[in-house]
């Protein structure tokens, strides 16, 4: 296990092609920027980070015995998975919450988050990738875990795990059609979110590269106890394993992103 104040990478052997990603896997915050003006209660929702995930990928990681890398930041301080030119790469407001030290924000103290934390998770996951790629000698299969919320805005979202994804369907579309085969689990494709988002972490280390991917949502409710995690660690582990087989699954292959379309 290798720790840094900006990512975590849990131990796996990269021959086996497979790396898992966790970008918005914990609420920390170093202690030099406190609480960001906000109340304790606030790092318990999902606001903060994606509820459930950092407790799936450490599960999924020793199950496959695949590396994988999660931030060791909160969303609120910045978000590694959007692009150092997006206006939510770091949030004045969120759902609802005014976050009072991020606004205002000077350019300079926006310099320094990119340079403390975003650019060095990002730098992870190349080097994670790099070195599963040359470890196996094939292109890597990148899995990113995320988590949603049960309601939006007074809506209840039936899904109870999606899949986000661009413009390749290689991975997404075999992930789609495994979980549906479980028996009564309702999947997203593309909802509630679309995947295709100019400069996020799927968009900077797949697509643009033609490496195989997908990007895995489940809702919090069903993750948010232990019990939660097994049954979902139970799910996921032959998933992946019979997605990690699929020879195409680790062949570079450009496919033209979509990105003219923006996350709601």
Not at 172 to 198: C, Q, W
Request: proline share 8%; charged share 25%; with cysteine.
């Amino acid at each position: 296990m290798s720790l840094n104040p900006a990512y975590e990478i849990l131990p796996g052997d990269p021959a086996c092609g497979l790396v898992l990603l966790a970008d918005h896997a914990t609420n920390r915050l170093p202690a030099d920027y406190g609480s960001l003006g906000l109340p304790p209660e606030a790092f318990e929702r999902h606001i903060a980070y994606d509820i459930g995930v950092e407790a799936l990928t450490r599960s999924l990681s020793a199950r496959l015995g695949a590396p994988a890398v999660m931030s060791r930041f909160s969303r609120l301080l910045i978000d590694p998975n959007r692009g150092e030119d997006d206006p939510t790469l770091i949030m004045r407001i969120s759902d609802g919450a005014i976050i009072p030290a991020n606004h205002p924000l000077s350019a300079e103290e926006q310099r320094v988050r990119i340079e403390r934390f975003h650019r060095p998770y990002h730098q992870a996951v190349s080097e994670v990738i790099a070195e599963t790629e040359r470890a196996s000698g094939r292109a890597a299969l990148v899995l990113s875990l995320h988590s949603y919320t049960p309601h939006w805005k007074g809506v209840a979202r039936p899904w109870q795990a999606a899949v986000l994804w661009d413009s390749d369907p290689r991975a997404a579309m075999r992930l789609i059609s495994a979980l549906r085969d479980i028996d009564g689990v309702i999947v997203g494709d593309n909802e509630p979110y679309d995947g295709a988002l100019s400069g996020d972490t799927m968009h900077r280390h797949c697509t643009v590269a033609g490496r195989p991917h997908a990007l895995l949502e489940v809702r919090q409710d069903e993750i948010a106890t232990d019990d939660g995690v097994a049954l979902w660690a139970d799910r996921l582990t032959p998933v992946f394993t019979a997605l990690n087989d699929e020879p195409d699954l680790h062949r570079i292959e450009i496919f033209p992103s979509r990105t003219d379309r923006i996350w709601a």
